[in-house]
């Protein structure tokens, strides 16, 4: 690897709030030091297909506040193939871009990876999704203002649950973790909280919510992570509830991608702006395959490779709080 002049920015796969904010970091850090930045649309199908534009401190001027991304993201099966990736590394090449720096998840990191192996090509990542699944950081950006959607939004189910007696099932993301549906379950005070994790199963719901009934509970919320297996899906775990306990009036709320969208709160616009920067730091300083991560509120780097193998381990001492808590 050479000296760093021109470096490419993208954003891959499921959108997440404060994405701009990144975007704009990397853009104005590179202008901090004289280098310059070219945005990548539609992530790698965009690479392939040369979609690049000139990304320049003013041009970037207020993103920091807009969900989520100015450059677009999109599914590349193209990427995954050998071909396609030449057909990338040449574009890189014919604009004379020297460094990557893939705002994403673990699918995003992956190809960033493969990519880095095959043409020793510098490659940076920065986590961007609400799952929080990465391993490396303890959030990813995105994640808190998920977190907040959900919560506001379970506030305002709640009220109409007291105001009829009702059970509700309020289904947040989550595919293969339950970050949100744990902290947004603790934090809107749900009676149960389901996640991919820790299988409650159907017959331990069903006591604990016969449980919460006998104890003068007259409405509950039970906040369930997509993921989760204890039925097929949320709309089989209301009915099997509906068909044993009658005296229950259930109901289904499903967040779907209302969570991804929105204005990014403070704390995700802060972390964006922090690993931004830190990230072509790194990439100039002729550094690769690593992921800029946040850990005891201190910027740190670890491994690409790790960060998408790494796994993620949900907190335990949050999981006896929600027990405690739905007493």
């Known amino acids: ?30 202008a901090y030091y004289s280098k310059e930045c070219i945005g990548v649309y ?5 690479m392939i297909e040369g979609d690049f534009t000139t990304l320049t401190a003013r041009n970037i001027n207020n993103i920091i506040n807009k969900g989520g991304t100015i450059l677009k993201s999109a599914r590349s099966d193209e990427f995954r193939t050998p071909e396609g990736r030449k057909k990338a590394f040449k574009q890189l090449k014919d604009n004379n871009i020297d460094g990557l720096v893939v ?5 995003s990191f992956t190809g960033g990876v493969v990519f880095n192996k095959e043409y020793n ?56 973790a339950g970050f949100i549906a744990l902290n947004a379950g603790v934090g809107a005070g749900a009676e149960e909280i389901l996640i991919p994790e820790e299988n409650l199963g159907l017959d331990r719901l069903l006591e604990s919510l016969v449980k919460s009934r ?9 906040v369930v992570a997509e993921g ?35 204005t990014p709160s403070c704390f995700d616009r802060v972390l964006a702006s922090r ?17 800029i991560g946040l850990k005891n509120n201190t910027v740190i780097t670890t491994d690409l490779e790790e960060a998408i193998t790494g796994g993620h381990e949900i907190n335990k001492e949050l999981l006896r709080v929600s027990d405690i808590m739905s007493t």
Request: hydrophobic share 35%.
């Open 1 to 30: 690897m050479g000296k760093i002049n021109k470096i490419a920015v993208m954003t891959s796969g499921g959108d997440s709030p404060g994405m701009n904010a990144a975007i704009r970091s990397v853009v104005r850090t590179c």
């Open 42 to 46: 539609r992530g790698y199908q965009g």
């Open 103 to 107: 705002i994403g998840g673990d699918g």
């Open 121 to 176: 090509f510098p490659v940076i990542g920065i986590p961007g999704t609400i799952d929080n699944d990465i391993f490396g950081t303890s959030h990813t950006i995105g994640y808190d203002t998920a977190l907040n959607t959900a919560v506001d939004a379970i506030d305002k189910i709640r009220d109409t649950a007291s105001s009829h007696n009702r059970l509700f099932f309020v289904e947040v993301m989550g595919r293969d």
């Open 214 to 222: 006998k104890s003068g509970k007259s409405s509950s919320i039970v």
């Open 228 to 262: 989760d297996k204890s039925g097929k899906n949320v709309f089989e775990l209301a009915e099997y509830v509906e068909e044993n306990m009658p005296e229950y009036d259930v109901r289904v709320s499903v967040l779907g991608h209302m969570q991804r969208g929105g």
């Open 275 to 291: 690993l931004g920067v830190k990230a072509i730091e790194m990439i100039i300083e002729n550094k690769t395959n690593l992921m």
